[in-house]
């Protein structure tokens, strides 16, 4: 990534409260990929594109010695934090997934869950999570897939999204098994792909789930700053939202959904 684009990309995710969002919507998501990624005490792991630490913290508490790794130092300060509370031990690092500062192999496992689908440059972020890893380590992913809730709320968002950066890919990519396959390549073996979903009942109507995303979701936020002159389209925007969720209602006595994603797990070959 560019200066200018890594900047742009911090600034986001340190807009609204992710940390907020990462505790109250999605904090099983971390221990589900630890589990399937058969992380435990005496392995070295870094958490790629860590956020607050949903996986590295669960790692740290399964007894593994962890790095956790996050282009936004905001993200790291609220993690660190959140740790420290939970009684977690481990590092935290500024750390580009593009460009990632360890040496080749230093990590027994590999790790991002719903993190490194965010690079913008797919292949690159890739190599990486590859080349840190031991050959015979394991590399595990949690990503949201393109047909599930959130792949297709970026689908919504994106005629009023600022234009991707040159070379990007979108996020949800990442819960393609045939993208993450093509993306790794030979350089895995023992490659496992597995569909699962998170059930959010967290909100009572739409409106509540896509009024939440407006005030904490970094991505959701950037979107909303780009069209705020635009009352029609701030209008159209919020009612594709709120419809989106709408579809994705289960139809309990409140608004209840479920959100797809894929888990992969893999080794480094060699």
């Not at 792991?45 to 007894?63: C, R």
């Not at 790794?184 to 967290?202: H, I, M, P, Q, S």
Request: hydrophobic share 45%; net charge negative.
């Amino acid at each position: 990534m560019g200066d200018a684009v890594k900047a742009a990309h911090r600034a986001m995710w340190a807009s609204g409260d992710y940390p907020a969002l990462a505790d109250e919507v999605i904090p099983e998501l971390g221990a589900a990929l630890v589990r399937a990624a058969g992380i435990g005490r005496g392995q070295r792991v870094l958490d790629v594109a860590a956020g607050t630490g949903n996986a590295a913290v669960a790692a740290a508490l399964a007894g593994a010695d962890v790095v956790a790794g996050d282009l936004t130092p905001e993200l790291l300060d609220a993690g660190r934090a959140a740790a420290a509370r939970r009684g977690a031990e481990l590092e935290w690092r500024v750390a580009d997934a593009e460009a990632l500062p360890f040496e080749d192999g230093e990590f027994d496992a590999v790790l991002s869950c719903v993190g490194v689908m965010f690079a913008p440059h797919h292949e690159a972020a890739a190599a990486e999570l590859v080349r840190v890893c031991r050959p015979g380590g394991t590399i595990g992913l949690l990503n949201w897939t393109p047909e599930g809730f959130i792949g297709r709320m970026f689908g919504v968002m994106r005629p009023y999204a600022p234009p991707p950066p040159p070379g990007a890919q979108p996020p949800p990519l990442w819960g393609s098994p045939e993208h993450v396959r093509a993306l790794l390549g030979e350089r895995v073996t023992d490659v496992g792909f597995r569909r699962d979903a998170l059930r959010v009942d967290l909100f009572d109507k739409p409106g509540d789930f896509r009024d939440y995303f407006k005030g904490r979701y970094g991505p959701t936020i950037s979107v909303y700053d780009r069209i705020a002159g635009d009352p029609g389209k701030v209008a159209a925007l919020d009612e594709a939202l709120a419809g989106l969720a709408r579809e994705h209602d289960r139809g309990a006595p409140t608004l209840s959904m479920d959100w797809e994603y894929l888990l992969v797990t893999a080794r480094r070959a060699g």
